[in-house]
């Protein structure tokens, strides 16, 4: 019984260190480690992703993103566009709107609130990319470890990994 207390105790310490609310974890995409999160989906906005990380708090599903790099003074606006776009994914899938994301760097962690405001700038953003369609660019594969971790190498045309039943 104590070790248990203590196994929870130093738990809840972790996440509090980590910069992580108190919560239940719900979800943690280890897809590298072949433990792939469920993917989200929004079909309204054609909008599809996995959070690192889904928290269960008592203000409601709060999606992570994790970044391994020191933090900035303040989140970047990639950052920030894509934990908004995981939070409109959790609300998509859930039907509740989560109050805020998180966006973690490996010494400090940002709350960044899901705003009316700034649901509105990721559907601008959204809706911009696909008015370029054809016109996107290629992919990046500089790095080929990294495009064969990628959680969309099976369906990408575009991929240097083998997929499943082999190369494309």
Same mark, same amino acid.
């Given at each position: 019984?104590?070790?248990?207390?203590?196994?929870?105790?130093? &738990?809840?310490?972790?996440?509090? @260190?980590?910069?992580?609310?108190? !919560?239940?974890?719900?979800?943690? +995409? %280890?897809?590298?480690?072949?433990?792939?999160?469920?993917?989200?989906?929004?079909?309204?906005?054609?909008?599809?992703?996995?959070? +690192?990380?889904?928290?269960?708090?008592?203000?409601?599903?709060?999606?992570?993103?994790?970044?391994? !790099?020191?933090?900035?003074?303040?989140?970047?606006? &990639?950052?920030?566009?894509?934990?908004?776009?995981?939070?409109?994914?959790?609300?998509?899938?859930?039907?509740?709107?989560?109050?805020?994301?998180? %966006?973690?760097?490996?010494?400090?962690?940002?709350?960044?609130?899901?705003?009316?405001?700034?649901?509105?700038?990721?559907?601008?953003?959204?809706?911009?990319?696909?008015?370029?369609?054809? +016109?996107?660019? @290629?992919? &990046?594969? @500089? @790095?080929?470890?990294?495009?064969?971790?990628? !959680?969309?190498?099976?369906?990408?045309?575009?991929?240097?990994?083998?997929?499943?039943? !082999?190369?494309?």
């Amino acid at each position: 019984l104590l070790t248990g207390a203590a196994l929870v105790w130093l &738990s809840r310490r972790w996440a509090a @260190d980590a910069g992580l609310p108190h !919560g239940r974890l719900i979800s943690v +995409d %280890l897809e590298r480690q072949g433990q792939a999160a469920p993917t989200l989906i929004d079909a309204e906005l054609g909008l599809t992703g996995r959070p +690192d990380a889904l928290l269960e708090t008592r203000r409601g599903r709060v999606p992570v993103e994790i970044k391994s !790099g020191a933090a900035p003074d303040q989140p970047h606006a &990639s950052h920030v566009l894509q934990l908004m776009a995981y939070c409109r994914l959790v609300q998509a899938a859930s039907g509740r709107r989560p109050p805020y994301g998180i %966006l973690k760097y490996a010494d400090r962690a940002f709350e960044v609130p899901y705003s009316r405001r700034a649901e509105a700038e990721l559907k601008r953003a959204i809706q911009s990319i696909q008015a370029l369609g054809a +016109d996107l660019p @290629d992919r &990046s594969h @500089d @790095d080929p470890a990294r495009c064969a971790a990628c !959680g969309f190498v099976a369906a990408c045309d575009q991929r240097l990994a083998p997929a499943e039943g !082999g190369w494309l």
